[in-house]
């Protein structure tokens, strides 16, 4: 029989509740212990993990052209090599010398250049090349071989060194070996957290460890604290048990700042929305037990400053998700869980109290994670066990009852629980919490792609450029682009983390066993 997150949770949760390091302003031809993988890099890391940087983007040397003149080469925006010979007029193919071989171009005696890594001298009216510059990373600098490019930058021997104009390594006693310069001062990115792995990245109340930045925790003492939820200002977050609270708190002032209730002595409040004028939040309204005969859940909303708790819909069995937009706010209800699970609804109602209810969908199974904008409302159906039954929605605007689209569906294997959604301008996002992945389909429907793969995957949010879910099976919060790719972890060890949401710099969770509130920069 197929496990869903209704039949497990929901009922959990109304009960018991190095030698350098970085990247800095300053780069070029930079040797790992004075080799040539073209960056610092850090004790741990290999040099063939690194770019390779032969020379500074931008720079330029000098170089023969035809009829005696000299021209410039310009380091590439890789700093993989040099270009072509630039030389004024018109001077064949690029102007410059055969590599092999003496050109008469004319030149005045004693003039010399660079041909790429190869010194030429004028000898009687003629070109002359020598030997090919030699060593790892061989630098022609005005017809000689120099040590390096200059203003490329490396560590030797625990001393950074920087390359003077003349091409020679010259110590750079400013910076200690693990610091990268950032706006003119040395700064160590391993443990800077201002400037954590990379200059101006800003751990925004967490710690730097290694060059990566470490969740901050924003709130601590909370009672089972679970949805989260932020606008520009603040963040705001449920306390699910009973006698539980809705409470918010600055973004301004993390890691120990206050923390405002707007309501109390609430039983059970669960998912949590917030908009320009209100908070809303479902919740179980009397003794937080789920009686087929006296459905007590409910969804509810405050001022933002808190006042008077209004209820806006009543008489639910299992109210899940709430979402807001445009003055109305919508919710999903699983149903009575004692009975059959396809008897949840998803509807909307008026903000500010005094609507009246509308039913947009019912026979639905277990129907949770709501996402809307101004032209459709998603949700999907956690609990659905029929093969092939559609399991992901879409509701176009105005939001009234009429047909649903179906975006994605079950499985022949019948094992899929997706649980929470997420939208951009493209896609719908899922999290499948018996499959362990993390999902995408096109708004209009189309076949769906695995973006991920976890263990049993939770809450999901995105900003517009990459993913961001919890993974409540192995306790940590992951990062992906959009269009796939690597897979970022940006906090493990995590217990229990539950929903999240993101703003333009950071990812909000809370921990709801640890009773913390946290949030890591992006």
Known sequence: MKTTLAATIFPFFLSALSACGGVGEVTGSVGFDGGVDGKIVTSDAHPADHTTTRCTPGHTISCACLGGTTGTQTCDVTGGAYGACACGGDAGTDGRAPPDSSFDAGCTNGASACLGAIPEECTAGMWVTSAACSGADPVCLHGACVQCAPSATRCSGGTPETCSDAGSWQPQAACACTEILCAGSCIDAQTDIHNCGACGHDCLGGACLLGVCQPATIASQQSAPFAVTVDDSYIYWTNRIANGSVVKMAKSAPDGGTVSTLASGLDFPAHIAVDTKNVYWTGVNQSGILDASSPTGA????????????????????????????????????????????????????????????????????????????????????????????????????????????????????????????????????????????????????????????????????????????????????????????????????????????????????????????????
């Open 299 to 522: 969804v509810l909303e405050v001022g933002l400053d808190g006042g008077t708790v209004v209820t806006l819909v009543s008489g639910l069995f299992a109210p899940d998700n709430v979402v807001a937009q445009g003055g109305e706010v919508f919710w999903d209800d699983w149903g009575n869980q004692s009975g059959p699970q396809n008897l949840g609804s998803v509807g909307r109602v008026p903000a500010g109290g005094g609507g009246t209810p509308v039913t947009l969908a019912s026979s639905q199974w277990s129907p949770t994670g709501l996402a809307v904008s101004a032209s459709a409302l998603y949700w999907c159906n956690q609990s659905d066990p029929n093969p092939n039954d559609p399991v992901v929605f879409s509701l176009a605007a105005p939001f009234a009852p009429s047909t649903s689209v179906d975006l994605a569906f079950e499985p022949a294997s019948g094992a899929s629980n997706p649980v929470y959604v997420a939208i951009d301008s493209v896609n719908v996002y899922w999290t499948d919490f018996n499959y362990g992945m993390v999902m995408a389909v096109p708004l209009a429907g189309g076949t769906p792609v695995t973006l991920a793969m976890g263990e049993a995957p939770y809450g999901i949010a995105t900003d517009g450029s990459s993913v961001y879910w919890s993974d409540w099976g192995n306790g940590t919060v992951m990062k992906i682009a959009l269009n796939g790719g690597v897979i970022t972890t940006l906090a493990s060890e995590q217990d229990n983390p539950l929903t999240i949401a993101v703003d333009a710099t950071r990812v909000y969770w809370a921990s709801y066993n640890r009773g913390t509130v946290l949030s890591i920069a992006k």
